[in-house]
T-cell receptor, first 114, second 113 residues
Framework: DSGVTQTPKHLITATGQRVTLRCSPR?????VYWYQQSLDQGLQFLIHYYNGEERAKGNILERFSAQQFPDLHSELNLSSLELGDSALYFC?????????????FGQGTRLTVV | DAKTTQPPSMDCAEGRAANLPCNHSTISGNEYVYWYRQIHSQGPQYIIHGLKNNETNEMASLIITEDRKSSTLILPHATLRDTAVYYC??????????????FGKGTRLSVIA
């Protein structure tokens, strides 16, 4: 158990809909990262938050957005869903300190768009 | 962050040491080498990381060459449960937090009974 909790574990929704994925980081971790893993793309970095502020964006679509709340949990919002958005979505957290620290991943949310 | 090159796949006999190589010839002085693995659609699992010295923990050993242009992850006694995709990642850091991990294609390690 990494200590990172993602909910829900599975989600099935229709095209055009909007969903919210939730991530609770390990206690004390200030950084939260979101990743998307589809069969043909591998693990793609989407976005990074540090202590409530957006720090870096990767290959995140404009239809996707995220935020990190004062209690440090994070949500990834996916809207106008398309079939191609079907993927595993992982959240990771790390201390975010200046040293070389590891990131811990949750078990992911499997999103299926039908 | 520097790019890494890993073989796409490797086999290892159960009980033997698995040695997974990684080239990172463009690594800069403040970049760390990280290893993660992913077992069949589970969340990636941290294994080990290092800057320039060799490192060992309960899971593996990390050997970094003196010029830091390559490294080897060693699983000393591979088991079937070590079958996974192994990612070597070079990662820098900011003053106020670590840079994101950027995953490549990794090495698919198959441990064979």
């Amino acid at each position: 158990d990494s200590g990172v909790t993602q909910t829900p574990k599975h989600l099935i929704t229709a095209t055009g809909q909007r969903v919210t994925l939730r991530c609770s980081p390990r206690s004390g971790d200030l950084s939260v990262y979101w990743y998307q893993q589809s069969l043909d793309q591998g693990l793609q970095f989407l976005i990074h938050y540090y202590n409530g502020e957006e720090r870096a964006k990767g290959n995140i679509l404009e239809r996707f957005s995220a935020q990190q709340f004062p209690d440090l949990h994070s949500e990834l919002n996916l809207s106008s869903l398309e079939l191609g958005d079907s993927a595993l979505y992982f959240c990771a957290s790390s201390e975010g300190g200046i040293g070389g620290t590891e990131a811990f991943f949750g078990q992911g949310t499997r999103l299926t768009v039908v | 962050d520097a790019k890494t090159t890993q073989p796409p796949s490797m086999d290892c006999a159960e009980g033997r040491a698995a040695n997974l190589p990684c080239n990172h010839s463009t690594i800069s002085g403040n970049e760390y080498v990280y290893w993660y693995r992913q077992i069949h659609s589970q969340g990636p699992q941290y294994i080990i990381h290092g800057l320039k010295n060799n490192e060992t923990n309960e899971m593996a050993s990390l050997i970094i060459t003196e010029d830091r242009k390559s490294s080897t992850l060693i699983l000393p006694h591979a088991t079937l449960r070590d079958t996974a995709v192994y990612y070597c990642i070079v990662r820098g850091k900011w003053n106020s937090g670590n840079t994101p991990l950027v995953f490549g294609k990794g090495t698919r390690l198959s441990v064979i009974a």
